[in-house]
């Protein structure tokens, strides 16, 4: 059987800007296969497979040589060996300004999806010799989010037992560097009046280095205002929804939601491992430093309770720094209009007939 459109998924957090462009195939009666990787959490991608009603197989880039598909979708760079007659897609699995192997990627595939300005910008002036392989199409992970309606929001409401008439606060830090150590055991009973959620990075839940983050959500679950996320919800997306403002740190999820028009909090307080106090520049090089141009987007609280006091603030004053989430959108994630996802489609049917 030939596919029109091979989505390898290398790790489960590729789902959500996936989906939404799998959906776009449905309506237009396109077929697809999703290919599963085995090295990553393969349990909990074939339950999502399953979920989802989808058709796949598991493999990894053996199997994708032996499929006869027009196109093959990628968020991770495949690899310069890959043999295959269908076209190679890329589509960075994170928005925001780290490179995510875009410089392999313009080398191995045929065609490379960007989000805003920033990233077109930036790869078209700093390789003009492949202008052609790269299109700005927005932001598929945020076409759900665009697309919802008010029904599908109560809806996940309900799911999640949230009180609706009380402000929701998503935290969303990443696994490292991370501000979850330096969270107060208390933080839900600092926002008594609001609904939180917890989503942590999935390898806050799966390496054993991170056990103290577990200990701490283990601390805020006994708090009745306070939902914790465990590791089997993979999507942030429904979250995103949810919530009134989001508090997080080095995560890319922090231009997803500032795009939204929602307000966020970029701790600066961050627990590191002893390497990286005794070697600064180990630091500096695991950070994104083009991130910086950004943090102006929200308030950047040194410590818990300066982070506290803004967040507080920030619910009541949601209109701060809207001028700022506005421009990044434009930037970052590009056009909002909730069809990122047909936009792509019609970009791999293209080059497809080329």
């Known amino acids: 059987m030939q596919y029109d459109v091979v989505f390898y998924v290398a790790y489960p957090y590729y789902y959500p ?16 296969l999703f290919v599963l990787s085995q090295e990553q959490n393969t349990e909990l991608m074939l339950s999502i497979a399953n979920e989802q009603d989808l058709d796949y197989c598991l493999g990894d880039e053996n199997v994708l040589e032996t499929l006869n598909a027009k196109a093959m979708l990628f968020a991770k760079v495949p690899s310069e060996t890959l043999q295959t007659k269908a076209k190679k897609c890329f589509l960075c699995h994170g928005t925001g300004t780290k490179q995510c192997g875009f410089e392999k990627a313009l080398e191995r595939c045929d065609l490379v999806f960007v989000e805003g300005s920033y990233r077109y910008e930036y790869y078209t002036q700093a390789f003009p010799s492949f202008i052609h392989k790269i299109k700005q199409v927005g932001y598929s992970k ?11 929001k109560k809806a996940l409401q309900q799911k999640y037992a949230l009180d609706p008439h009380k402000k929701t606060i998503l935290y969303a830090p990443t696994f490292f560097p991370s501000s979850i150590e330096k969270m107060s055991d208390s933080f839900p009973d600092d926002f008594k009046g609001c609904n939180i959620i917890v989503k942590a990075h999935y390898l806050s839940w799966e390496r054993s280095r991170y056990k103290k983050h577990v200990k701490k959500f283990e601390k805020w ?3 009745d205002n306070c939902t914790i996320i465990g590791v089997e919800e993979y999507n942030l997306v429904p979250f995103m929804i949810l919530a009134d403002l989001m508090i997080s740190d080095e995560s890319s999820a922090i231009f997803e939601f500032a795009s939204l028009d929602k307000p966020v ?3 600066r307080f961050l627990k590191l491992r002893w390497s990286y106090y005794l070697n600064p520049k180990k630091l500096f090089k695991r950070m994104d430093k083009n991130m910086d141009c950004y943090r102006s987007i929200g308030y950047n609280p040194k410590n818990y309770q300066e982070m506290v006091e803004l967040t507080h603030h920030s619910i009541e004053n949601p209109e701060s720094f809207r001028q700022e989430r506005r421009a990044l959108a434009k930037e970052v994630c590009g056009t909002l209009d909730g069809d990122a996802s047909k936009r792509i489609i019609e970009a791999i049917k293209e080059i497809c007939e080329r």
Do not use: C, G, M
């Not at 800007?17 to 697809?32: G, R």
């Not at 945020?142 to 599908?152: A, K």
């Open 265 to 267: 909090i970029i701790n």
């Open 221 to 223: 679950k006994r708090f």
């Open 17 to 32: 800007h996936f989906l939404p462009i799998y959906e776009a195939l449905q309506k237009e009666k396109l077929t697809s």
């Open 142 to 152: 945020l076409d759900t989010i665009l697309n919802v309606s008010q029904e599908d």
